[in-house]
């Protein structure tokens, strides 16, 4: 049985999975905690999948969910957390982390250990909280993100100060409540802010973290044009729904 699952997707990561799930593994270990890895690659064409297969015969916890093809960073998410409901017993926290090392491994078991001492249903690795920071060098993209930021607590109404964070702990118990309703949400990157937007709803208690966020170290960036532009549109037609509502 394990308390933690990671799920990690990932599309073209084979440099970094081959580093940060041993790295994963043992400062979740070091902290106390039974974690497992549950990496949803789509059959990545650098060979992502057959190094987690490898590294899952060598690490006890690290696990493999395969898809047929790319189908979207939410999509993957919600894949993952359906198996871990299904398959997995019974588990404390759910973590959401990226393969490339923006975010450092060293800081979940502080996430974990402020949810679980705080009695939080939601603790989001922050950028814009003090001790957090992006060390991104593109102004456009620290634009980007500060705009997205923006309109997402505009239209969600959710008070946090980083609600496009891509790592996350939430806890199984009041995912469970709002499963059903994933299905419904988007398969790409705006995912993140529907899927907060949900829990926000159902009541959880929301909490920060201070994220030193880096470049990505390995690989390319999966981040385009349509997913800025599906964000946007989101973003408005629900602070459309919520005035009209
Ligand atoms: N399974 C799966 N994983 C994906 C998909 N798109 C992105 N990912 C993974 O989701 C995580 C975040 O994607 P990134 O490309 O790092 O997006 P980003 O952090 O906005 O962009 P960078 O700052 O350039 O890294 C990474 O682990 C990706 O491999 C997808 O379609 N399917
Ligand atoms: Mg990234």
């Known amino acids: 049985m394990f308390e933690v699952v990671v799920v990690m997707p990932t599309?073209?990561?084979?440099?970094?999975?081959?580093?940060?799930?041993?790295?994963?593994?043992?400062?979740?270990?070091?902290?106390?905690?039974?974690?497992?890895?549950?990496?949803?690659?789509d059959s990545s064409?650098?060979?992502?999948?057959?190094?987690?297969?490898?590294?899952?015969?060598?690490?006890?916890?690290?696990?493999?969910?395969?898809?047929?093809?790319?189908?979207?960073?939410?999509?993957?998410?919600?894949?993952?957390?359906?198996?871990?409901?299904?398959?997995?017993?019974?588990?404390?926290?759910?973590?959401?982390?990226?393969?490339?090392?923006?975010?450092?491994p060293e800081i979940l078991p502080h996430m974990l250990d402020l949810a679980k001492r705080g009695g939080y249903d939601v603790i989001i690795a922050s950028r814009y909280i003090e001790g957090g920071r992006w060390e991104e060098k593109s102004i456009i993209r620290r634009l980007i993100s500060r705009g997205a930021n923006l309109l997402a607590r505009i239209s969600t109404g959710v008070k946090a100060r980083d609600l496009t964070s891509g790592y996350r702990v939430i806890r199984l118990d009041i995912l469970k409540k709002i499963i059903e309703k994933l299905t419904e949400l988007h398969s790409g990157y705006v995912f993140q802010v529907e899927?907060?937007?949900?829990?926000?709803?159902?009541?959880?208690?929301?909490?920060?973290?201070?994220?030193?966020?880096?470049?990505?170290?390995?690989?390319?960036?999966?981040?385009?044009?349509?997913?800025?532009?599906?964000?946007a549109s989101w973003c408005l037609k629900n602070i459309l729904r919520r005035i009209s509502s």
């Open 11 to 41: 599309y073209n990561e084979v440099e970094n999975v081959k580093e940060i799930i041993p790295i994963l593994i043992d400062v979740l270990k070091k902290a106390g905690w039974r974690a497992s890895v549950l990496v949803v690659d």
């Open 45 to 104: 064409p650098d060979g992502t999948a057959e190094v987690v297969e490898e590294l899952s015969k060598k690490f006890e916890g690290v696990k493999l969910l395969k898809r047929p093809g790319k189908l979207g960073l939410g999509s993957a998410y919600i894949d993952g957390f359906n198996y871990i409901n299904r398959e997995m017993g019974y588990v404390e926290f759910v973590c959401e982390m990226d393969a490339d090392f923006s975010h450092p």
């Open 195 to 231: 899927l907060l937007y949900l829990l926000y709803k159902e009541g959880a208690k929301i909490g920060e973290y201070p994220l030193v966020f880096k470049p990505r170290v390995y690989g390319r960036s999966k981040l385009g044009k349509k997913e800025i532009i599906s964000f």
